[in-house]
């Protein structure tokens, strides 16, 4: 008998109720919807009926009594469970009337008018005490947590928040602790079930607390009983949240730990707190201050297949630097027989928009060819280094504004150039060695462009 | 592993348990299944991959090409990296019970005693990083690494730690990281293999070259060896009297046939050896250009410290940046000799060691510089590191003392560095107790190193997958986080 005894049975079995608590919902529909068909094909489908709704009164009784047994362990809110108790008990009572009207085939009239008003009176029943039910497991706003914000309203439900993604204007508990929340720990932390007597749906509630008491000491993460709680070792009795849910991420966690620690605050912007480069990364991961690179704002439209094969045929090799994306990474093979020509470039500026890697590096290139390289306006990334490239061939180069990465070692660049690179606005590395380049150029390029970095080599 | 073996390893591969169904004539139930699941169904084949290599890169990669300086027999973090005053105190003394209690080492025995380091550490660059003596070149590129102290494995002997760190997974069988990859990016330079080996120290790692082996991704995925002297590839040049025009008309031919085999058979396996014949004939010229060290100038070679000829990682690291430098997507370096257990001079903390570090740490230290200023380290990765870590306890095999310092093989902590390829420079990654025992702040496992690489590259290690014996594989099986502290 030990065993009965160190283990919850109660629990062991109420939990089957969530399971079983199908069946008569099942029987019920199956026998209203038979009632329905016999009614409509005049066919005879009463023993059928019949003991649908027996079963159903079977399945709802041992249902009943694994309900009790599971709401025994409390947690629940106390009005939705009384009415989704009530409601069941009431319906399979009349659901036991329905069985013994259709066992009796000698009809009396008040049985006879009654008999579809009992039937209509149970499914009304069976549906309050389904979605009550449903909301006891999920959480009453689970249902509708994606519909359409009309829908939301004509439910009486709060409008979704637009979240602010913004980094200067979000609110730190309204966009990033209160979403972590509500998509990891409410389920079970709502309104209707609130597991541990704890709720985490709003400040008043967090900072009650539950059963066990406070959950958040401000300032102290370490003796916060919430953040004790979601970084024990997994496999913990206390560890939240509970076996068979999504754990956070390490950056919600971090997170969580970052805004209790500054005070948990409710109604404070992101940015009245202490950041630093690791939360900001973090804040990134969940949405908050994410820049759209410059990449990422060009809107262009795809290259044709067509074009793409023709670039290649000119012995380029071409691809999209992300699956799917407009722009497109280019390479001529230094192992070509034939030399990079007019045509040849002709050709890939059907693509002068999308290109935005190019690489060039160790093909020996004519001044008069360099002008089109100044008109792949979009280049982010743009690599020559070894192709006999002179001061007067990088003039063609001064109006790439997006350039960030520039490789330009092993030319015969001299200081004459200093003039034409400080013109390249967005640059943000620079290749240099076995240039003619100076000590001083170098300087002088840095002094106007201080974001840059030149490598210069050994 | 020899032909035969190789070829009925290969059939065990594909032989299903929908074979047994097949094959079995007792199998009724596999009978009755098949006509209520329809026969598509219950017997499908497995030559559908599901995955298109088309889907990658999925994000903006900040790599795009990987150079992984594997260190086979697993260096001492102790005496290179990991710096630990406290175990200095304590050597010579009896390793605590507690730490003993419950594990599995490879040698050790009984109680063994603590082993302090056996080299000094220094404080350099600006992160004021600790190296060990035994890396002067090394320490002067600290600030463009990463070093990553708190790695851990799930393997204690070589072969399955190393095959592990290189598939994913301890068992042979499974694709390596570098067919991975190019699988799903294919190479650069359409006339060099996508992936290439280069293999020093004396021995091949002791996982042999199912290390390299492509599993079940198609067969031109495998990562292809390079000699070091003679042919780089083995019967690459033709033999006399087959000049390149004849090569060229009877790989026609034998094209041909497989082609029209193909046609009738619909094996996938056809089309990879059509390919793999293409690559051939191009290799034959590209692979002696490339892999010709003569070529470079003296001061780089001086830089690495190679020697024509010779089958050492300063040749290799010279051959990897020339490697990558023409679009070789993959390359993998293996440098056998690490295991310093102590039972030799060789294979001595003070001595053994010491040698090791030299060969490699003026090379590796070169092919960090050397990248760099050719503007090639911004989207090349490379990765250095063994398949596990050395016990802060000295070995005591068979419960003696050994002739001279050695250590375990050790699980729990160790440390690689990655630099380029987005990663940080200047950083250290993670921290081990006192005593370089345990990671006890950032772990990272190993196939949350293999999601970090696969994301340089842009490739979301969990949505990267091939189907195969009826369900879809990864390289980091169902484990992996990307780490992102570690990136730009």
Redesign the interface.
């Known amino acids: 008998m030990t065993f009965f005894l160190e283990t919850d049975i109660v629990q062991f079995f109420g939990r089957f109720h969530a399971m079983l608590v199908h069946l008569p919902i099942g029987f019920i529909i199956l026998a209203v919807s038979f009632e329905l068909i016999s009614f409509k094909k005049k066919v005879d489908l009463d023993l059928a009926i019949t003991y649908a709704f027996l079963l159903g009164v079977i399945s709802g009784i041992v249902s009943i009594i694994l309900g009790l047994m599971l709401a025994s362990d409390g947690g629940y809110n106390v009005d939705t469970l009384n009415l989704h108790k009530w409601t069941a008990i009431i319906m399979t009572l009349i659901t036991f009337l329905l069985f013994l009207i259709k066992r009796k085939k000698k009809d009396i009239l008040w049985k006879k008018k009654s008999y579809p008003v009992l039937v209509s009176v149970v499914v009304v029943l069976l549906f309050v005490a389904g979605h009550n039910g449903g909301n006891l497991t999920h959480g009453s706003t689970y249902l509708l947590e994606h519909a359409p914000n009309s829908i939301r309203s004509l439910a009486g439900m709060k409008p979704v928040r637009e979240r602010v993604t913004v980094l200067d204007s979000a609110l730190v508990f309204e966009d990033v602790i209160h979403p972590i929340f509500e998509s990891k720990c409410n389920v079970c932390h709502n309104d209707d079930k609130a597991k541990g007597e704890l709720l985490l749906i709003d400040e008043e509630s967090i900072l009650k607390g539950g059963e066990n008491g406070e959950v958040i000491v401000a300032g102290e993460s370490s003796k916060s009983e919430l953040y004790r709680r979601i970084t024990l070792d997994p496999n913990h009795k206390e560890f939240m949240p509970t076996e068979g849910r999504t754990p956070l991420t ?2 919600e966690t971090v997170l969580i730990q970052w805004w209790i620690d500054e005070g948990a605050a409710f109604d404070k912007k992101v940015v009245e707190l202490n950041l630093t480069d ?1 939360i900001k ?2 804040l990134q ?1 969940v949405g908050i201050g994410l820049k759209k690179t410059f ?1 990422e704002s060009l809107d262009l439209a795809k290259i044709e297949e067509k074009t793409i094969d023709s670039i290649q045929s000119a012995g380029f ?1 071409v691809k999209s ?3 799917e994306s407009a722009l497109l990474e280019a ?1 001529y ?1 230094s ?1 070509s027989k034939e030399q990079i020509s007019q045509s040849k470039f002709d050709v890939l500026l059907n693509a002068k928009e999308n290109v935005t890697w190019l690489n060039l590096a160790n093909v020996p290139m004519e001044t008069s060819l360099m002008t089109n390289i100044g008109q792949f306006k979009n280049l982010t990334t743009l ?1 020559i ?1 070894n192709a006999n490239i002179s001061d007067e061939g990088l003039k063609y180069l001064t109006d790439l504004k997006h350039l960030e ?1 520039l ?1 330009i ?1 092993g030319n015969p660049i001299t200081d004459a150039s200093v003039a034409s690179l400080q013109k390249l606005s967005g640059l943000k ?1 620079l ?1 240099v ?1 076995k240039t003619g380049l100076t000590e001083a150029g170098m300087t002088k390029i840095k002094d106007s462009l201080p974001e840059l970095k030149i ?4 | 592993m020899d032909l035969y073996n190789e070829s009925q390893k290969r059939k065990l591969e594909f032989t299903t348990r929908r074979h047994f169904l097949k094959q079995c004539t007792t199998g009724l139930g596999g009978i009755a299944l098949s006509s209520l699941m329809g026969p598509q169904q219950l017997f499908a084949t497995n030559t559908n991959p599901s995955f298109d290599p ?8 900040k790599a795009k090409r990987v150079i992984y300086l594997h260190m086979a027999g697993a260096p001492s973090q102790l005496e290179l990296f990991d710096y630990k005053p406290e175990l200095k105190k304590l050597h010579d003394l009896d390793c605590p019970k507690s730490l003993l209690e419950g594990k599995r080492f490879a040698f050790i025995q009984g109680t063994p005693k603590m082993l302090g380091p056996q080299f000094d550490f220094k404080q350099y660059g600006q992160s004021g990083t600790y190296i060990s003596d035994a890396l002067p070149h090394f320490s002067q590129i600290v600030d463009d690494v990463a070093i990553v102290k708190s790695m851990h494995t799930d393997e204690f002997n070589h072969a399955p730690a190393q095959l592990l760190l290189q598939t994913g997974s301890a068992r042979s069988g499974r694709p390596s990281m570098g067919a991975w990859v190019t699988y799903g990016l294919g190479s ?4 060099l293999p996508g992936y290439m080996v280069l293999v020093s120290g004396g021995k091949n790692p002791s996982a042999g070259k199912n290390a390299w082996g492509s599993g079940f991704l198609p067969s031109e995925y495998q990562g292809v060896q390079c000699r070091n002297s003679g042919d780089p590839i083995l019967y690459v040049s033709n033999p006399n009297g087959m000049s390149r025009d004849i090569r060229r008309k009877s790989l026609k031919a034998i094209n041909d046939i497989n082609e029209s085999q193909y046609k009738e058979f619909n094996d996938d396996e056809t089309l990879s050896r059509i390919a793999q014949y293409e690559m051939a004939f191009k290799m034959q010229i ?1 692979v002696p250009e490339v892999m010709d060290v003569s070529k470079e100038p003296d001061y780089i070679k001086d ?1 690495y410290g190679a020697k024509h000829g010779e089958a050492s990682f300063a040749n290799n690291c010279l051959l990897a940046r020339r490697l990558v430098e023409q ?1 070789v997507r993959f390359v993998q370096l293996y440098h056998w000799g690490w295991d310093m257990h102590g039972d030799s001079k060789a294979t001595s903390l003070d001595q053994g060691l010491k040698t090791k570090s030299e060969e490699v740490d003026q090379p590796m230290t070169a092919l960090v ?1 050397d990248l ?4 090639l380290l ?1 989207d090349t990765l490379i990765v250095w590191g063994g398949e596990f870590g050395r016990t802060p306890m000295r070995e005591n095999r068979g419960g003696v003392v050994m002739p001279y310092y050695g250590r375990d093989h050790h699980t729990e902590a160790y440390t690689i560095w990655m630099a380029g390829g987005g990663i940080k420079g200047g950083i250290s990654y993670g921290e081990t107790d006192e005593i370089g025992y345990y990671g006890i702040k950032d772990k990272v496992h190993i196939h949350d190193l293999q999601a970090t690489i696969l994301n340089q590259l ?1 490739i979301n290690h969990e949505k990267f997958t091939y189907n195969f014996q009826g369900r879809d594989f990864r390289l980091t099986d169902v484990h992996g ?1 990307v780490i ?2 570690l990136i730009v």
């Not at chain 1, 490598?455 to 050994?458: A, D, H, L």
């Not at chain 2, 088309?54 to 990669?61: A, T």
């Open positions: 390490n950056e690791r990364n973090y991961e990449l090799k630097i992300i699956n390479s093979s192992y690599r280094n990465h490789n070692y590395k290749y060695w490598i210069s080599g050994e | 088309k889907n990658v890169p999925h994000f903006l990669p650069e330079n359409e006339n590209s830089m679009g510089k760099k200023q050719r503007g911004d842009g986080r992102k502290d």
